[in-house]
Structure formats: structure tokens, C-alpha cells
């Protein structure tokens, strides 16, 4: 069984700074890719960023230049770093992880979700 446990969301003001963070755990042979979605209310989910294991990124066009993913292998984890944070940045943010269990078996997992709420 694997678990992904999401931490860091919270109030913030418009313009300021949030950093989350996703710990894997559990029975992994090896994590492919770890990223973060989010959905707002009335929103479908989407991507915001996401890192694999070779260490390559990708975000979403909204919050380039803002957000910053990273990973570090030895603990499972992930973080996302958040500034300037806007508005439309409210949502519940959702760790997802691509890995394998086993060597001969690959699944997708996702975290339970953590509030970003961005208010004046």
C-alpha cells in the first residue's frame, strides 16, 4: 500500500508565499514522477506542476515564473514552492504520484488534497 500525505496549505494574502510538500510512503520500487494538480470549485482538476525522475519539470503557463516543483529521492518527497500568489490561485491542491510498487507493476496514486485559499 502506498500512501502520499500533502502538507502546507493555509491563508494566504495576495502576493505572498505558500510551500507544500507531499511525502510517499510505503511499498515503492520507484517513484517515475511526482507532481501537483489543483481544483477550484466549479473547476475541473489541472495540472500545475510536475517533476520526474530524471528530474525534469513541467508547470502550467499560470503559475511559471512562481511556482517552483522540486523533489528529493532519498525521502519520497516533493515540494511546491508558491509566490506571489494570486487570486485565481485558490484551490484544493492534490499531490499525485506515477510509480511503481514492484518492478513489473506501475499505478498512479493521488493525495488526499490541501486548501490554498488566497484572500485579501
Known amino acids: 500500500q502506498v500512501q502520499l500525505v500533502e502538507s502546507g496549505g493555509g491563508l494566504v494574502q495576495p502576493g505572498g508565499s505558500l510551500s507544500l510538500s507531499c511525502a510517499a510512503s510505503?511499498?515503492?520500487?520507484?517513484?517515475?514522477?511526482m507532481g501537483w494538480y489543483r481544483q477550484a470549485p466549479g473547476k475541473q482538476r489541472q495540472l500545475v506542476a510536475e517533476?520526474?525522475?530524471?528530474?525534469?519539470?513541467n508547470c502550467a503557463d499560470s503559475v511559471k515564473g512562481r511556482f517552483t516543483i522540486s523533489r528529493l529521492d532519498d525521502n519520497n518527497t516533493v515540494y511546491l514552492q508558491m509566490n506571489s500568489l494570486k487570486l485565481e490561485d485558490t484551490a484544493v491542491y492534490f499531490c499525485?504520484?506515477?510509480?511503481?510498487?514492484?518492478?513489473?507493476?506501475?499505478?498512479?496514486?493521488w493525495g488526499q488534497g490541501t486548501r490554498v485559499t488566497v484572500s485579501s
Open positions: 499525485n504520484a506515477d510509480l511503481q510498487p514492484t518492478s513489473w507493476f506501475r499505478t498512479n496514486y
Open positions: 510505503g511499498r515503492i520500487f520507484k517513484i517515475d514522477a
Open positions: 517533476v520526474t525522475s530524471e528530474g525534469s519539470t
